[in-house]
């Protein structure tokens, strides 16, 4: 069964850090386009990074320098640090994964699989 599970979402305060991880069955993140997405309350969900299978990263523009997305290809695990965190990145992460595994994206309709979410709430 093709399943995702985050952990890691926690409250913190403003100029902490985090680190979500993500652990997949059933499927081998070494071969998939593997990504973090949020989604706020009121908000739609946005894409906050990706990572290729060649391990190459892409970022939003509101997380470069902040975010870093990783994988343990040994554990299959997909992590997101976080430091700098700020009031505007509470939300609900989700990690996800993309059969599209020649591609870079952090649109969302590039997914094919979805775990539950984990929150991050971050005060001022």
């Known amino acids: 069964q093709v399943q995702l599970f985050e952990k890691g979402g926690d409250s913190v305060p403003a100029g902490g850090s985090l680190q979500l991880s993500c652990e997949a069955s059933?499927?081998?993140?070494?071969?998939?386009?593997m990504g973090w997405f949020r989604q706020a309350p009121g908000k739609g969900r946005e894409g906050v990074a990706s990572i290729a299978t060649t391990g190459a990263p892409k970022y939003r523009d509101s997380v470069k320098g902040r975010f870093t997305i990783t994988k343990d290809k040994g554990k299959n695990i997909l992590y997101l640090q976080m430091k700098s965190l700020n009031v505007a990145d509470s939300a609900v992460y989700y990690c996800?994964?993309?059969?599209?595994?020649?591609?870079?994206?952090?649109?969302?309709?590039?997914?094919?699989?979805w775990g539950q979410g984990t929150k991050v709430t971050v005060s001022s």
């Open positions: 996800a994964a993309s059969k599209r595994a020649g591609f870079i994206s952090l649109g969302q309709t590039f997914f094919d699989i």
């Open positions: 059933g499927f081998s993140t070494a071969e998939y386009l």
